[in-house]
């Protein structure tokens, strides 16, 4: 498969795209998220402008104000001079593909702010609801220059595991009426967060929910110093090991004091919020800024880059193979031509696909 060469249209698109211009912008996104001829070419150019935005992920059941959430700590960031891209995933529509929901109606609070940039996206049929494009797309929005890009996704329980995969830092918003939900999806949400936070919690039931929320940390990693706040963003059961081992007080305090800089895990925070007042927004920057530079520090921010970027290639890959077997090799033709002899038993789907693959490989 020969790759598509940038034309010169293309080039003065990328032109206007460095300069800063949000309708270049648009256009460069629309371009990727359709796929269009060249979509490759361009993110290939704007490859090596990745790596300076932070990637917030943002995930949770449905009715967990994530919307509300997103904004506040949008507006949260441009209070500091920063800028904010959001990318807001809902599921498609069945009928035309788009997204239902519409996530720049309900953040119409900050949709007029120069300093935010919001684009609704479709899952389209992505288990984990987020499709390549979507990441395609974030990554667009790193190049132009963000300081900090938010993906909010629907969240669907397990299926999302795939956010932690796109996002630096991630965050699961859960409701103080989530607590049976935690309970049959705590496995997945373990793997997910790196951030919970309880949302609405001046609703009854929030302090219960954030206790169980610890808890289960708590047990996953056998911390045993359960006295020490999780908010911190370090794991200090090092440091009771030392002391467990007869370290003197001399040895523990520069630990201690280093033990931010060379820890090896980050301890999960739980922090509640009332998104609608920004209560607690503030603090959630700050623990995500906290994360982000543990993440530099410890060395972890690069492993997940590396692991980014190895799955992107396998998904454009899989997107090139699909694109050869259905297109380029006739694949759509053979199958639809094999249809009358499938439904009357004169063939096999195993057969069919064989058929297939063979005229792949000549």
Do not use: C
Not at 118 to 147: H, K, Y
Not at 174 to 199: I, R, T, Y
């Amino acid at each position: 498969m020969d790759t598509i060469r940038l034309t010169p249209a293309h080039e003065q698109l990328l032109a206007d795209f460095r300069a800063g211009k949000r309708l270049a912008l648009a256009r460069v996104i629309s371009i990727v998220e359709n796929e269009r001829d060249g979509f490759q070419a361009i993110l290939g150019e704007l490859h090596s402008s990745l790596g300076r935005a932070q990637r917030i992920g943002v995930t949770g059941p449905p009715g967990a104000g994530k919307s509300t959430l997103t904004s506040a700590l949008a507006t949260s960031y441009r209070e500091r001079g920063e800028t904010v891209a959001i990318v807001a995933v809902d599921p498609s529509s069945p009928f035309t593909g788009g997204a239902l929901l519409g996530d720049r109606i309900r953040m119409g609070d900050i949709s007029t702010d120069p300093g935010i940039f919001i684009r609704s996206m479709a899952a389209r049929g992505s288990l984990g609801g987020l499709a390549i494009t979507t990441r395609e797309v974030v990554d667009v929005l790193d190049a132009f220059g963000f300081d900090r890009i938010i993906i909010e996704t629907v969240g669907v329980g397990q299926s999302e595991l795939d956010i932690a995969a796109a996002a630096d830092s991630t965050i699961v918003v859960l409701v103080p009426e989530s607590g049976d939900s935690v309970q049959a999806m705590k496995a997945g949400l373990m793997e997910v967060a790196d951030l919970f936070v309880v949302n609405k919690s001046d609703r009854p039931g929030a302090d219960k929910l954030a206790r169980e929320i610890e808890l289960m940390i708590r047990l996953r990693s056998g911390d045993a110093l359960r006295h020490v706040p999780a908010h911190h963003g370090v794991d200090l059961s090092r440091l009771g090991a030392r002391r467990a081992k007869g370290a003197n007080a001399a040895e523990v305090a520069p630990a201690a004091e280093s033990a931010a800089a060379d820890v090896a895990t980050w301890s999960i925070p739980v922090l509640q919020t009332v998104a609608e007042t920004s209560q607690g927004v503030p603090e959630l920057r700050d623990t995500l800024d906290r994360h982000w530079g543990w993440l530099e520090q410890s060395g972890e921010g690069d492993r997940r880059r590396g692991a980014r970027l190895e799955q992107k290639v396998r998904e454009v890959v899989d997107r090139m193979m699909r694109e050869m077997v259905w297109r380029d090799a006739g694949g759509e033709i053979i199958l639809q031509e094999a249809i009358g002899q499938l439904k009357d038993g004169a063939t096999t789907p195993y057969d069919v696909a064989a058929r297939i693959v063979r005229g792949i490989m000549g």
